[in-house]
Structures are given as structure tokens and as C-alpha cells.
């Protein structure tokens, strides 16, 4: 099940966001405008990554890491619409049992975080007896029936 690779992934632990890999957003960031613009920036997009999607892989505690988490707020393009699809460890270790307990532990204590500091971002459970699909119809349906209700006319 596990392969012949063995445990990937033991002693993760996060690292420091640095301007290096701010730089490094600021200019992804910037061409995906470049891309909206030249695009004509109508219709919808779906994507099943965003800018965000490498943030848990960051501590940002320091000063400089919560200034350059700031600024990539700042410029990051906001999605109409953005899940965070998420599983306990123990069912990940299930999908992925060559993966360390510890990289999943990890990694959601910093996904919800992720979802504390991003504004819009809906948590969605993908445990096992959760009907995500329900959950994402629900916030679709509410958001078409938000946007319906702001660009009817108004009577007088």
C-alpha cells in the first residue's frame, strides 16, 4: 500500500516565509493579472489551486513573516469563490499511508489557519459520511441567489 519509498515526509516542519519567496508570489500574483487582463477578465475560472494553496507550507510568527504575509494579502486577487477541501490525518494516512502522521498533523493545524486569515475561504470536510457535494451546492446556490438579488433592478 505504502510503496517501496518508505515514510515520506517525517520531521516536517514548516519554514520561514522570506522576501525571496514573497518576491517569488508578488510576481506569480502579477502575471495571473496580466493573464485576467489580457483575458478579458469575464466569465469563470476554476482552478483547484490558488495563490494560497503553498501558505501552510510557511511559519509566520516573526515580524517579517506577518509583514510579508500582509503584503501578499494586499495583492493577491480575490476569488469569487474559494474551498478548502479538508480530511482528517487519519483518513489521509488511509489514502496515503507513505506519508508521516506528524506532515498531516502539521499540515492542518496550518490549513486552518489558512482559512482564519483568508478572507471567503470555505472549509469543506471531506471525512468519510460528509456529503461535501452538498456543502458546495449550498454555497454556490447562496452566492447565484446573492449576486441575483444585487443585480436585479431596484423598483422605485
Given at each position: ?48 489551486r ?77 471525512e ?12 454556490v ?16
Open positions: 500500500k505504502g510503496g517501496s519509498e518508505g515514510v515520506r515526509w517525517t520531521g516536517f516542519k514548516r519554514r520561514p516565509l522570506t522576501a525571496r519567496r514573497t518576491l517569488g508570489y508578488l510576481a506569480r500574483m502579477g502575471a495571473f493579472a496580466v493573464f485576467r487582463w489580457r483575458d478579458g477578465g469575464t466569465g469563470y475560472r476554476v482552478a483547484d490558488y495563490f494560497y494553496d503553498n501558505f501552510p507550507q510557511f511559519t509566520m510568527n516573526g515580524y517579517r513573516q506577518r509583514v510579508y504575509r500582509r503584503v501578499l494579502q494586499w495583492a493577491m486577487p480575490r476569488p469569487d469563490l474559494a474551498f478548502l477541501m479538508m480530511a482528517s490525518p487519519a483518513t489521509l494516512i488511509e489514502r496515503r499511508s507513505n506519508y508521516s502522521r506528524e506532515y498531516f498533523e502539521e499540515l492542518e493545524e496550518a490549513y486552518r489557519e489558512l482559512g482564519d486569515w483568508c478572507d471567503g475561504v470555505v472549509l469543506v470536510s471531506t468519510p459520511g460528509q456529503d461535501a457535494s452538498r456543502i458546495l451546492t449550498d454555497v446556490t447562496q452566492r447565484a441567489l446573492r449576486t441575483a438579488t444585487a443585480s436585479a433592478p431596484r423598483r422605485r
